[in-house]
């Protein structure tokens, strides 16, 4: 009898431990699956940032082109071209080559060398050039080295303008793309900050051998991507950097599974050896034990997802953080070299592209919290109006003569909140499709109306009920045929000819009126036109009126900068100098509380940094509070204001200031301090 049972129970073990076996298994390879899935959306995400942002770029030399065919071109190039260069980011310079021959660039400044470059007769750029005449499409070149020095891409497009019953080559329009940009711009780097390797590579056409554009690492068995380029065979390859496999989980689990088999064994050979009552108790506990199990499973993958969650967020946080750190020194100190340097000269000019490049720098920062928070770049109040304005005065420059640019702005109010550049790109957007529709000429008009969406139009638009914006973009073209409007809004759908359009102007448009809680509709008739409805929550703020600067305000007595940060500290105080302050760095929160211990009342105010190691912001204020009651405490940070911020304004602070800020920003802030007059400090 007792052999049976041993019998049994082994039985048990091995039927146990082999059924944990195929499940580990399965469950590892369901990990692997897994894992290869969100790669795969990653590498996506990747790739179509890459895409978006070329497609972007790639749509200047089309202008470029329109504007070459209509009168007056070389006076209206750089106003065009100014315009398409902060419209779209990322292009490097615009150019255009009549005959081959580089004759206009924009901006000149630093591309001096490539004047006069003839591109049909150099061997570098003839093959791309040839291939854009005989196609009649644009071919993105490259990378190949730039004459002025890096690397870069060149969307070109051969241009064709009407003689006699045919057409001419003109010349090529040209976007130039420094590679660098691009890569930054697309964020690649995030495929390494997120743990895997990566390279993006290129089929060479004159080849068919692939070729290395950039990377990180050497991924194993990786998910490829093909990246839609135009005539270009671009791909990406991602591999997470230690496998697909994660081996230290799986022997975790095994080791898991055998002490499992042992209980249940354990447990089986008590039940055999016990009356049958006794055996229902364990039959019962086990029971209750698998119960537990599986809710703690399914709470510690709740957890996982969560630290999941809050690990991108604290990422992007402490990017953005540290970023902003060294973006507040190269601001603070080229404002103040712009602001002490003789007007017109090359100080004066130097500094300010400086502050430009770090203000796009801050731009990125801001973009990287967004995205780890799904929300838009930018949410501050947007006049429509004045959108429908820009982009009717880019258009005037641009489209066929033939086309009538009307606009009916009737709102009343045209305030909504969001993100200014993508609105406008969903009003561009729009308006290059109508105008696209109508190659013989036509009347293109831009309306604005208030309505009122009831309960039921919420709901069939996906919006909250209540005044909303209607923007109308209406050509008198030959409409959509109806088998294909339910497709517009898809990615790359296009009707346009070969090398006319990416399909991506419209889906990009109803994503951001998605993203803008509003909602995008069309209605069209063969023949007769189209017109499409752009719905946008109404905002009550009026956007802030741009007022001539003045001269930042100044202030006397001594300014604490506290900032863990040397740069930091250092440019602080430069423009706490200048603004008549005399400033008194301390390196950190602990080094703060004991100056104004050993000097109390001798300081007018304090800026003080919230994130900083060890005394931080928040217990830094607490312990001056207590030591000098009435010191003006101006907190500043990288991140957005959060809860501490306001905490720590209800407990007296008197004001906050974002990093990196200007010399004007930090001296309106302190101007608004209660600050200390020296009569006052000491006493």
Sequence with gaps: ???????????????????????????????????????????????????????????????LATLVRQPGADRDF????????????????????????????????GNEKALGLDLLADPLHRPDVEAAVRTRKLVLAGPFPLKQGGVALAGRLAVFV???????????????????????????????????DYQLRR?????????????????????????????????????????????????????VTLLLALLVAGLALRVLRQPELLRRQVESRTAELEEAQAARNKAEQALAQAQKLEAVGQLAGGVAHDFNNLLAAILGYSDLLRNEAPPGSLAEEAARTIAQAAQRASDLTRQLLAFARKGKVRDEPVDVHALVGEVTRLLSRTVDKRIRLVQELRAERSTVRGDVAQLQQVVLNLAVNARDAMPEGGTLTLATEVQSLSDDDAHERGMAPGDCLVLSVRDTGAGIPAAIRDRIFEPFFTTKGEGRGTGLGLASAYGIARGHGGAIRVYSEEGRGTRFLVYLPL???????????????????????????????????????????????????????????????????AVLDLSMPGLDGHDCFRAMRVLDPSLPVLVASGYAPDGRVQEMLQAGAGGFVGKPYLVAELAQALARLPVRRPAQQGE
């Design 162 to 196: 009407p003689h006699g019953k045919g057409e001419r080559f003109w010349g090529v329009a040209s976007a130039i793309i420094r590679l660098p940009r691009l890569l930054e711009a697309s964020r690649l780097d995030r495929l390494g900050e997120a743990g895997y």
């Design 78 to 109: 750089e106003a065009v071209a100014d315009e398409l260069l902060g419209l779209y980011g990322g292009i490097d310079s615009l150019q255009l080559a009549p005959g081959g021959v580089l004759r206009l660039i924009r901006p000149l400044p």
């Design 203 to 255: 089929t060479v056409p004159s080849t068919g051998q692939s070729e290395l554009i950039a990377g990180s690492g050497e991924p194993r068995d990786p998910v490829s991507i093909s990246v839609p380029i135009p005539g270009n065979g671009w791909s990406l390859h991602v591999a997470p950097r230690g496998g697909w496999d994660a081996r230290g989980a799986v022997a975790v689990w095994g080791l």
């Design 539 to 605: 905002h009550g703020e009026v956007p802030a009126v741009a007022l001539a600067p003045a001269a930042p305000p100044t202030g006397s007595g001594r300014l604490l900068v506290i900032d863990d940060e040397e740069v930091v500290r250092a440019s602080a105080a430069r423009i706490a100098a200048s603004l008549g302050y005399e400033p008194v760095p301390l390196d950190g929160g602990a080094v703060a509380v004991e100056w104004v211990r050993a000097h109390p009342g001798e300081a007018a105010a």
């Design 1 to 63: 009898m007792r052999r049976a049972v041993e019998w049994k129970v082994a039985a048990i073990f091995l039927a146990v431990a082999g059924a944990g076996g195929a499940l580990l298994a399965q469950t590892a390879r369901l990990e692997r699956i897994e894992r290869r899935r969100a790669a795969t959306e990653l590498a996506s995400a990747a790739a179509f940032a890459l895409e978006q942002q070329l497609s972007r770029s790639l749509t200047a030399p089309y202008a």
